[in-house]
């Protein structure tokens, strides 16, 4: 039986125009279906997100990004920009999460939130963060279209990661999503016949998760 000494630690971040407590309640099952294997941490993004133009938000919270990039503080996912405004205090809080709560063994991201992990593992490959995990999971990501972000594209990524999406996902091309995998060396995909959601079969996590929790219980001896 597990212990919470050798279960995983992984950080959530949640997607654009949403927030810890509507990321917590959408990982209700995983989170019940892995609770021997997995304790989630929920961070909550530092910008509330204008209401009048959220479109995917539930009422009774506040939805929140990770970045804007018009100068009205919204973020179009697929529209190329020259701003990544509010990024750099996305990072300094995942920082100080990562030295407060942590330590975490994985990062685990959806939407913009996934493009944002991958950002992470990114700049954690070229040294520029106080941070480290070993693992991570990207539910419908996306490369950044913000030009702060290109110099982050420029070669592939090696750390162990999960890819899931949809194949009718109407908010991020599939080609998108695609594209930023690709990045991705030592990966495993899931392409599931939905859209822009994640998905709660234990089974599309269960390998990947059963191999992280095997990897850090061997670095553990």
Request: hydrophobic share 40%; aromatic share 12%.
């Amino acid at each position: 039986m597990n212990t919470s000494a050798n279960k995983l630690r992984i950080l959530a971040i949640h997607g654009y125009a949403q927030s810890d407590i509507i990321f917590k309640a959408k990982l209700g099952s995983l989170r019940k279906g892995f609770k021997k294997e997995i304790d989630f941490v929920f961070l909550r993004a530092p910008h509330k997100v204008p209401m009048k133009i959220n479109f995917e938000i539930d009422e009774t919270e506040e939805g929140y990004g990770w970045w804007f990039n018009t100068e009205d503080h919204i973020f179009k996912a697929i529209v190329p920009s020259n701003l990544a405004a509010g990024f750099e205090n996305s990072l300094t809080l995942v920082e100080k999460t990562f030295q407060e709560c942590g330590p975490f063994d994985g990062v685990l991201g959806f939407s913009q939130g996934a493009a944002f992990v991958t950002l992470l593992c990114s700049m954690q490959q070229k040294n520029l963060l106080q941070i480290k995990f070993d693992f991570a999971i990207i539910i419908s990501g996306f490369k950044s279209m913000c030009a702060p972000h290109a110099i982050y594209y420029d070669e592939k990524i090696s750390i162990p990661s999960l890819h899931i999406y949809g194949k009718t996902d109407q908010i991020i091309p599939i080609e998108m999503t695609e594209e930023l995998s690709e990045m991705f060396i030592n990966k495993r995909s899931i392409i599931h016949e939905g859209g822009h959601y994640i998905p709660s079969k234990k089974e599309y996590y269960k390998d990947f998760i059963t191999e992280m929790l095997l990897n850090k219980n061997k670095s553990n001896y």
